[in-house]
């Protein structure tokens, strides 16, 4: 059924336009000018900070129109990068200070452009507030995201699950494709040792998020 | 002016605050509701008003023949067909374009005269978002009906659809990571679905919007500009046709929706 409605459209379409109707351009069409158009957008700030609008293969791929769904080759394309890109802290410890990421996970702070000018902030937040409620007593989270309240209490704290909240958020990607989380830390918005502390303000049974 | 809108801010700022504690599924809505009832927008319906009417500019001459795609003054209407293609430059514009178009070529500003000081502050109204305001309330009670047949109407539409989804930046975030589902919440702030039409009707309907948290009207370029710097990438180009293409997309999807502008949000 599909099929058949592709097929009258291929045919028609360049009638109508041969005709002088405007119909929609196609896909590649598109894409190049309003890549063009993406770049042309930001042209007031300096080279460094225009870079950001570029697509990196992975962002490419986890773009399509409609939320369409991932092929499996584009699922294990966008896993692998984001799994190459892993690195962890030079001391090799994945757990830190609970205290130290209890103020990461409520910091929305960092690398905000304002007048072409990046924004002053001592470090950056780890913005986990901003979609996942963590501690239940804090009113002010949103809701993208899970709720990570018991993070810890639920998983434990072995090896295997502190590695794996680790490359969650250093990379969400590696686990789930194009899951709207960022790549906090594949795009350098925070260090290994940051992330280190907010797994321990996750995993740690003394953080607020394990305390009922 | 700046005084009484200090004290329409405190106000507005006592009904979040009382409401933040409020604990239903929708923490601010009796602090929007309370706003709505007495929409300080309408304050800059009236500047707007007062500046299209008046002599301005090198030329000495007012808006009155501005043609914003219904015919030169004919305003009735003609925000709810927005954006949309015009000849004379060859381009789709908004409201926000087109109105600089005629301020360069009616009043003879030139294009950075025109746009200077676009966005307002606390202790100043911008002249282009009391103009907005009062351009779009003259749609008030329309449908909103955003054309697709000229083919650049078509091009527009569908590179505002590509930018919608497309991801980018040290977030990773497009239009639809925070948009693209029901009932969701960055912190306390509400996100509409834009995938769903009522609610992208509701969004298409309501802009410019008077902002409890800024004291201040935003127009539909402020609030993308805004959308992009929460996203971490550089200053969005004001009246960029990245900015129009969006604009394009969003209103496009909320046709069919009554105009009520400006809207009030928090």
Not at chain 1, 71 to 84: P, S
Not at chain 2, 28 to 50: C, I, T, Y
Not at chain 2, 138 to 158: A, C, F, W
């Amino acid at each position: 059924m599909r099929k058949a409605w592709l097929a009258w459209t291929t045919v028609v379409a360049p009638v109508l336009v041969a005709a002088g109707c405007a119909s929609y351009p196609d896909e590649a069409t598109t894409r190049q000018t309003t890549e063009k158009m993406v770049g042309e957008a930001y042209s007031g700030v300096s080279p460094a900070l225009r870079k950001r609008a570029v697509q990196d293969r992975s962002q490419q791929i986890c773009s399509k129109i409609g939320n369409a769904k991932l092929t499996q080759q584009e699922a294990a394309e966008v896993a692998k990068l984001a799994r190459a890109s892993i690195t962890y802290p030079a001391s090799g410890k994945l757990v830190g200070d609970w205290k130290a990421g209890a103020k990461l996970a409520y910091s929305g702070a960092g690398q905000r452009i304002r007048g072409g000018k990046l924004e002053k902030a001592k470090e950056n937040g780890a913005l986990c507030s901003n979609c996942h409620v963590l501690d239940p007593k804090e009113v002010n989270a949103g809701n993208l995201g899970p709720s990570l309240t018991g993070f810890g209490a639920q998983r434990g704290n072995s090896e295997a699950a502190v590695k794996y909240t680790y490359e969650k958020i250093y990379n969400a990607w590696a686990y789930s494709p194009c899951s709207n989380m960022p790549r906090l830390g594949s795009s350098g918005h925070l260090t290994p040792e940051q992330i280190s502390h907010v797994v321990a303000y996750l995993i740690d049974p003394a953080s607020p998020v394990n305390k009922k | 002016m700046p005084k009484l809108r200090g004290g329409l801010a405190a106000v507005a700022f006592v009904c979040l605050v009382a409401n933040a504690h409020g604990q239903s599924a929708d923490p601010m809505a009796v602090g929007r509701q309370m706003l709505a009832e007495d929409n300080p927008g309408e304050l800059w319906v009236e500047r707007g008003k007062m500046l299209f009417y008046q002599k301005r500019g090198p030329k000495n001459t007012s808006l009155e023949t501005c043609d914003f795609g219904l015919g030169p003054g004919k305003l009735e209407g003609a925000y709810a067909q927005l954006p949309r293609y015009f000849a004379d430059t060859d381009k789709v514009q908004d409201v926000e374009s087109r109105l600089v178009t005629c301020m360069v070529n009616l009043q003879g500003f030139t294009y950075q005269q025109a746009i200077k000081d676009h966005f307002g502050t606390l202790d100043r109204m911008s002249d282009i978002e009391g103009l907005v305001a009062f351009i779009a309330s003259r749609s008030n009670g329309m449908t909103m009906n955003v054309p697709l047949i000229h083919q650049k109407e078509y091009d527009t539409y569908k590179a505002g659809e590509y930018i919608f989804y497309r991801r980018n930046g040290p977030t990773d975030f497009a239009c639809i990571t925070c948009h693209g589902d029901d009932n969701k919440r960055i912190r306390l702030q509400d996100l509409p679905n834009m995938t769903d039409r009522k609610q992208i009707q509701a969004v298409a309907a309501s802009w410019p919007a008077y902002l409890g948290t800024k004291s201040t009207v935003l127009t539909m370029q402020n609030r993308l500009y805004e959308c992009i710097w929460q996203m971490r990438l550089p200053d969005l180009g004001y009246l960029s046709d990245m900015s129009v293409a969006l604009t394009s997309y969003l209103n496009r999807q909320g046709n069919g929706a009554v105009i009520q502008a400006p809207g009030v949000k928090r």
